[in-house]
C-alpha cells in the first residue's frame, strides 16, 4: 500500500509589482507547492493576477497571511527599505521566508532577521538569483574542481542605459547580483572593499560605480555598475592558473565559456614564461529557468529541514559588501 503524498507546502506572495508576479508563476507550478495567497496594497495589481491565480485569496494586508496557521511560506518582493522588518514579521508569525535581495539596507537590520528565523527555527532564504543559474552552478564546480587551477581574480560588468531611481544607486540596485555571485565563488568574506563612483543624471544617486574588493587568500575582483551606458551587458569573467572562464548572461547558447589560456613556464629558461593559448569551449548547461530552480530550492528546504544555498548569513555577508562600498563611495 503507497503511502499518502505529503500535504502541499502552502505559500503567499506579497509585494505584486514588477518581481512578485514571476515569483507567484513559479510556486504556482511547482509540484507539491500551494500558491495560497497573493498580496498587495494595490487593488489593481491584486485583481489581475487573480485572473491568473484564481485559487489563490487576495488581501492588501500581510497580517492576513501571518494568521492564517495553514500557511507555511511568505515571499517577500517588497520595496528593498521593508524586507528586513518583514522577514522578521514572518519568522515571529512562525513561518518560513523568502525574501528578495538585498536582505536589508544595512548590516544591523540584516542580523536581527537572521536572529529572529533563527529564533523561530524557520529558513530564511535571500533570492540571490545568479547563486542558482546553471552557468554559475557549473562555474563554481570547476573552481572548486581547481579545473581552472588556483584563483587570480574575477571582473563583473553589469551595464546598460536603464530605468533611472531615485530610491537607489547603481550600487545597491546591481551590485547585489555581482557581490553576490563572487562571494560564492570565491568562498570569502572581502578585508578590503573600495569604490568610486559619479552621479551624472540625477544629483546624490550614483550612476555609474566602479568597485574592488580584496580577499583573504590574496583573490581580487572588480565590478562596473551602471545604468547609464551603450552597452547591455552582464558578464562576468574568472581568470585562474591554468584555465580562464566567462559567464555572459546575455548570449542565447554558449553563456559559459573555457578558454585554456594562460602562461606556463618555460622550462628551456628559468624563471621566464610563454604564453599558452589552446581549446575554447562551452560545457552543456541545462536550459532550465533560474527562477523556477531558486522556488524549488526553498520548497525542497521547507520539506528536509536543510540550509539554502543563499540563505540568511549568506544575505548577511552580501549586504556587509554591500555597506563597506557604499561608506567607501560616501568617503
Known amino acids: 500500500m503507497s503511502e499518502p503524498a505529503p500535504s502541499p507546502v502552502r505559500v503567499g506572495v506579497v509585494g505584486l509589482g514588477y518581481w512578485g508576479p514571476n515569483l507567484a508563476r513559479n510556486f504556482a507550478a511547482i509540484p507539491g507547492c500551494e500558491l495560497a495567497w497573493l498580496c498587495d496594497a494595490s487593488a489593481e495589481a491584486r485583481e489581475r493576477l487573480k485572473a491568473s491565480f484564481p485559487g489563490a485569496h487576495t488581501t492588501a494586508e500581510i497580517g492576513e497571511l501571518l494568521a492564517d496557521e495553514t500557511l507555511d511560506a511568505v515571499v517577500l518582493a517588497t520595496p528593498v527599505p521593508t524586507h528586513a522588518e518583514l522577514a522578521i514579521a514572518v519568522a515571529q508569525a512562525g513561518k518560513h521566508c523568502f525574501v528578495e535581495k538585498p536582505l536589508a539596507t544595512n548590516a544591523p537590520d540584516a542580523e536581527r532577521a537572521v536572529a529572529a528565523a533563527a529564533q523561530a527555527n524557520r529558513i530564511l532564504m535571500v533570492g540571490h538569483l545568479l547563486e542558482y543559474h546553471p552557468a554559475v552552478t557549473k562555474l563554481k564546480e570547476l573552481i572548486d574542481g581547481e579545473e581552472l587551477g588556483g584563483l587570480y581574480y574575477i571582473y563583473g560588468n553589469r551595464l546598460n542605459l536603464g530605468k533611472l531611481r531615485a530610491d537607489e ?20 568574506e572581502p578585508v578590503e572593499c573600495e569604490a568610486h563612483g559619479a552621479s ?33 551587458e552582464r558578464r562576468i569573467t574568472v581568470v585562474g592558473a591554468q584555465k580562464m572562464a566567462t559567464f555572459d548572461d546575455m548570449l542565447i547558447e554558449g553563456k559559459l565559456t573555457i578558454y585554456d589560456k594562460g602562461f606556463d613556464e618555460d622550462t628551456r629558461s628559468w624563471g621566464e614564461y610563454i ?18 530552480i531558486e522556488c524549488e530550492h526553498f520548497v525542497e528546504c521547507i520539506r528536509s529541514g536543510a540550509s539554502p544555498r543563499s540563505d540568511g548569513n549568506s544575505g548577511l555577508r552580501v549586504v556587509r559588501v554591500l555597506e563597506s562600498l557604499q561608506h567607501a563611495l560616501d568617503g
Open 200 to 232: 551624472y543624471v540625477r544629483g546624490g544617486v550614483q550612476d555609474v560605480v566602479f568597485c574592488y574588493l580584496r580577499f583573504p587568500s590574496g583573490v581580487v575582483a572588480h565590478l562596473h555598475l551602471s545604468w547609464l551606458d551603450p552597452h547591455k
Open 169 to 188: 544607486n547603481a550600487l545597491w540596485s546591481l551590485g547585489a547580483h555581482d557581490v553576490s555571485v563572487a562571494l560564492h565563488l570565491i568562498g570569502e
Open 275 to 292: 604564453a599558452r593559448s589552446g581549446d575554447t569551449f562551452s560545457p552543456r548547461i541545462p536550459n532550465r529557468e533560474p527562477l523556477r
